[in-house]
């Protein structure tokens, strides 16, 4: 699966959370650094976070205390957990994988593959 594929997003109410998840391949990516990414009508893509082949993870502080990226190898799986969900975090949400090197991070010059998105909508 060299190109990523999102699912997992969809409406809540403020408060609430989802639960994303990306079917993508790790071993496309220096390694193993993949992310999760969002843009909002309007507004420039932001990274939200990211996770290497050793499990560090970095994210926006935006999201810190309230989203969890994770990754499941076996199934070639990245997931990013929501909580506390907050109107500001609607936007479409996309997963990357492909990264070319350097520090793992939410960069997303550093990614070659893209995911079509998946939308999250959350209500005030």
């Known amino acids: 699966q060299v190109k990523p594929v999102e699912s997992g997003g969809g409406s809540v109410q403020a408060g609430g959370s989802l639960r994303l998840s990306c079917a993508a391949s790790?071993?496309?990516?220096?390694?193993?650094?993949m992310g999760w990414f969002r843009q909002a009508p309007g507004r420039e893509r932001e990274g939200v976070a990211s996770?290497?082949?050793?499990?560090?993870?970095t994210y926006a502080d935006s999201v810190k205390g309230r989203f969890t990226i994770s990754q499941d190898n076996a199934k070639n799986t990245l997931n990013l957990q929501m909580n506390s969900l907050k109107p500001d975090d609607t936007a479409m949400y996309y997963c990357?994988?492909?990264?070319?090197?350097?520090?793992?991070?939410?960069?997303?010059?550093?990614?070659?593959?893209w995911g079509q998105g998946t939308q999250v909508t959350v209500s005030s």
């Open positions: 990357a994988a492909g990264f070319l090197g350097g520090r793992c991070g939410v960069q997303s010059h550093a990614y070659r593959y």
């Open positions: 790790r071993y496309t990516s220096v390694n193993g650094c």
């Open positions: 996770i290497d082949n050793d499990d560090n993870r």
